[in-house]
């Protein structure tokens, strides 16, 4: 069975510092992956996608990128923290024909 | 442009009632699919129940099922019976064209509380 890793759970980082978020997946093989943030009780915002190793698409322009070194892996990074990046930060997988998304477990992180 | 939107911010049901929640969405594309997530205070989405534009009937999964209504935009989700390990956000999303690319595009979310 298919499962989605997500570390760390929490982050409290000062202004200004970096980031890494990373998700793997296990089970599957060429899913399509996504990085979602969530500000608190709002929706999910559509933060990067990828179809494949190395193809990324961005979908609101702010200070992070993605990158996918590895076919299950997808790491969210910044050089940079501000602090409207606080919020909670969700992976998630699909496979063509499906469609469906599933999501790992998050991670909250919080900018000071 | 596509949209999904969830009218209701909150809702109480009593335990072991039924609850319906309220989804609309506008598309132009003839092919789409629809989702409902649940979130519980922990933070993780859960996949709850899919449907398809062309499928024939309501989805059902479980306690769940879609009430489906092509020609109204609407795709509410029926819970029954509810426990209150129901409690918790539920957002209704919609996937986006191209399909290959599997995003969707979430509404705002509704929080029900259900009471003992």
């Known amino acids: 069975s298919q499962t989605i890793h997500q570390w760390p759970a929490t982050l409290v980082q000062p202004v200004g510092s970096p980031l890494s978020l990373e998700c793997t997946v296990e089970?599957?093989?060429?899913?399509?992956l996504y990085w979602y943030r969530q500000a608190a009780g709002r929706g999910l915002q559509l933060l990067f996608y990828s179809v494949g190793i190395g193809q990324i698409s961005s979908e609101v322009p702010q200070n992070l990128s993605a990158s996918r070194p590895q076919d299950r892996q997808f790491i969210l990074s910044s050089k940079k923290l501000l602090l409207s990046d606080s919020g909670f930060y969700l992976c998630?997988?699909?496979?063509?024909?499906?469609?469906?998304?599933?999501f790992g477990p998050g991670t909250r992180l919080t900018v000071l | 442009a596509q949209k999904i939107t969830q009218t209701q911010p909150g809702m109480f049901v009593q335990e072991k009632e039924a609850v319906t929640l309220d989804c609309t969405y506008d598309?132009?594309?003839?092919?789409?699919?629809l989702f409902w997530y649940k979130q519980p205070s922990s933070g993780e989405m859960i996949f709850l129940i899919y449907q398809g534009s062309y499928d024939q009937q309501n989805a059902t999964e479980g306690r769940y099922s879609l009430n489906f209504q092509k020609a109204r935009k609407s795709a509410n989700l029926v819970i029954s019976a509810s426990q209150l390990g129901d409690s918790a956000m539920y957002f209704c999303?919609?996937?986006?064209?191209?399909?290959?690319?599997?995003?969707?595009?979430f509404g705002q979310g509704t929080t029900l509380q259900v009471k003992p």
């Open positions: 598309t132009s594309d003839p092919s789409y699919g």
């Open positions: 089970g599957t093989s060429n899913p399509n």
């Open positions: 998630a997988w699909s496979v063509i024909r499906v469609n469906t998304q599933y």
């Open positions: 999303a919609m996937r986006e064209p191209p399909s290959n690319t599997g995003k969707l595009i």
